[in-house]
């Protein structure tokens, strides 16, 4: 019954914690580009993949301080709390604009950049309150990293002890629970950010990030909390770092002596024939068992194939940047022909200026990933990978992680040609000495509103794109993650 209980709190955790990270990632470049701040398109998706990369890279750090000095579950505790300062003062900054115009208190301390003409693209730190806004991005992002570094092992904490299949089980429903939080936050609060208000988005993604804390904090009595016993960085730094003192031991013995002895000749031609980590094992005079080494030397093999993912991750997160861009220049509203045409008369070429429909938020088109999961993943798991099984063909997780890439150049491919289509959509006419077909969008937040120029052509276009994105996950992602489970349970016996 505790078992049940601390594993339905996790995934409660993890649901309302991607909730908050999809709300925040989801709508960042958009929160930045417009109204008040007005940052340009190149350095807000900048600070987009600074705040993603510094996520994942303080992962690593998040790991060794829990495991080393504070433990699992206080180390989410500590990640709670970084987290929840970095949204709060985010709060701040995305405080409506009154209905003067004039801006918020914050805005006092962070006074806007003078720029030397409209021709000058400013660097990121020219940006308008560049400085609060990064320290703010960085404390969240150190937050969610120790997060990510620690909710995962501390999931298989709870079923350590449990049969194959209930481990797979829960793992499968943390996978669920991390694409339910997804879907709120880019399905719900990222509408309510674009076309109402940041700060009433962010302000609910706070608020299910503080109900997370709750549940994680209320499930204390039903959890399995170990105390730090030893990072595992720290253990394979210390096998390596053990083979090379015996190894070059060994070399100056040889130097030394200038005699040939049978035994260790023996020794010194069974290691050429294996690994130089083989040196750290008690039978070739290191300090650690057989198994020990061995775990290190299969996770070497791990570490190269998560290499391989890195191309991959990278065309993966253009669907939180340079996707989002190039939708917000794209015709937002759900129905064709909602544009009324207004002539200029000075050029003799037309704009149009969009009529009232109801609009799409831009961060919607993830959710063609987030349901392509839902949809693919249970067909997969459960019809297809079963039936390759019954034929007698393995589908590895290799063939899995390369057709996902296949799908990942597919979706960039995509994405280039409708690029293509929308440049020449808002073509230049050097005859009429202007753009044409063009709309005057706008993208309503109470009290802010930005108007500007975009492509008359439906953002629907992108579909495509975001499809072949999902379905590569579907192989190459999911993969990727379940070699990360399976790492997070023999973490524990390493």
């Known amino acids: 019954c505790k078992t049940r209980t601390s594993c339905a709190a996790i995934l409660i955790v993890e649901a309302c914690e991607r909730i908050a990270f999809y709300s925040l990632l989801g709508n960042l470049v958009l929160f930045l580009n417009e109204?008040?701040?007005?940052?340009?398109?190149?350095?807000?998706?900048?600070?987009?993949?600074y705040f993603l990369g510094l996520s994942f890279i303080t992962s690593l750090l998040g790991g060794l301080i829990a495991d080393?000095?504070?433990?699992?579950?206080?180390?989410?505790?500590?990640?709670?709390?970084?987290?929840?300062?970095?949204?709060?003062?985010?709060?701040?900054?995305?405080?409506?604009?009154?209905?003067?115009?004039?801006?918020n208190v914050f805005y006092n301390f962070c006074p806007n950049h003078t720029r030397n003409s409209s021709m000058h693209i400013p660097n990121l730190f020219e940006e308008n309150c560049s400085l609060p806004i990064f320290f703010i991005l960085t404390t969240a992002a150190v937050g969610i990293g120790f997060f990510k570094a620690n909710i995962i092992p501390f999931g298989a904490d709870q079923v350590q002890n449990n049969s194959p299949v209930n481990i797979r089980s829960f793992f499968n429903w943390f996978y669920l629970a991390l694409n339910i939080g997804a879907f709120i936050g880019l399905g719900v609060l990222t509408f309510i950010q674009q076309y109402f208000s940041f700060f009433y988005g962010f302000a609910a993604a706070l608020g299910t990030l503080a109900l997370g804390f709750l549940v994680f904090v209320a499930g204390r009595c039903c959890y399995k909390v170990s105390p730090p016993n030893g990072s595992v960085?720290?253990?394979?730094?210390?096998?390596?770092?053990?083979?090379?003192?015996?190894?070059?031991?060994?070399?100056?013995?040889?130097?030394?002596?200038?005699?040939?002895?049978?035994?260790?000749?023996?020794?010194?031609?069974?290691?050429?024939?294996?690994?130089?980590?083989?040196?750290?094992?008690?039978?070739?005079?290191?300090?650690?068992?057989?198994?020990?080494?061995?775990?290190?030397?299969?996770?070497?093999?791990?570490?190269?194939?998560?290499?391989?993912?890195?191309?991959?991750?990278?065309?993966?997160?253009?669907?939180?940047?340079?996707?989002?861009?190039?939708?917000?220049?794209?015709?937002?509203?759900?129905?064709?022909?909602?544009?009324?045409?207004?002539?200029?008369?000075?050029?003799?070429?037309?704009?149009?200026?969009?009529?009232?429909?109801?609009?799409?938020?831009?961060?919607?088109?993830?959710?063609?990933?987030?349901?392509?999961?839902?949809?693919?993943?249970?067909?997969?798991?459960?019809?297809?990978?079963?039936?390759?099984?019954?034929?007698?063909?393995?589908?590895?997780?290799?063939?899995?992680?390369?057709?996902?890439?296949?799908?990942?150049?597919?979706?960039?491919?995509?994405?280039?040609?409708?690029?293509?289509?929308?440049?020449?959509?808002?073509?230049?006419?050097?005859?009429?000495?202007?753009q044409c077909h063009i709309i005057e969008q706008t993208i309503g937040t109470l009290g802010q509103h930005d108007q500007f120029y975009a492509a008359d052509m439906s953002i629907f276009y992108q579909v495509p794109q975001y499809a072949f994105l999902g379905i590569s996950e579907v192989f190459a992602s999911v993969a990727g993650k379940k070699q990360t489970f399976d790492l997070s349970i023999n973490s524990i016996m390493l």
């Not at 109204?35 to 993949?49: E, K, R, T, V």
């Not at 900054?93 to 801006?103: E, I, L, N, S, T």
Request: glycine share 4%.
């Open 68 to 103: 080393t000095l504070l433990g699992r579950f206080k180390g989410l505790l500590f990640s709670f709390l970084i987290y929840v300062i970095g949204y709060f003062f985010l709060l701040f900054v995305a405080a409506p604009v009154h209905k003067d115009g004039k801006k």
């Open 233 to 434: 960085l720290i253990n394979i730094y210390q096998i390596i770092n053990n083979a090379f003192v015996n190894r070059r031991k060994c070399k100056q013995k040889r130097i030394t002596f200038n005699s040939y002895n049978s035994q260790l000749d023996q020794i010194e031609d069974n290691l050429h024939k294996k690994s130089f980590l083989d040196y750290s094992k008690v039978r070739y005079g290191g300090r650690f068992h057989d198994s020990l080494v061995n775990d290190v030397k299969a996770l070497g093999k791990v570490f190269i194939f998560f290499i391989a993912l890195i191309p991959y991750w990278m065309v993966y997160f253009q669907m939180e940047t340079t996707f989002l861009v190039q939708g917000l220049h794209m015709r937002l509203s759900m129905q064709n022909g909602t544009a009324k045409v207004l002539q200029n008369h000075n050029y003799n070429c037309t704009k149009a200026s969009e009529v009232n429909y109801p609009k799409v938020a831009v961060a919607w088109l993830s959710l063609c990933d987030v349901l392509l999961i839902f949809l693919i993943l249970p067909l997969m798991e459960k019809v297809i990978y079963p039936w390759f099984d019954s034929v007698g063909y393995s589908f590895s997780l290799t063939q899995r992680i390369t057709t996902g890439m296949i799908f990942a150049v597919l979706a960039m491919v995509a994405a280039g040609v409708v690029e293509l289509f929308r440049l020449q959509t808002v073509y230049y006419d050097p005859k009429y000495q202007c």
């Open 35 to 49: 109204n008040p701040l007005h940052w340009n398109a190149y350095n807000a998706s900048s600070l987009s993949f």
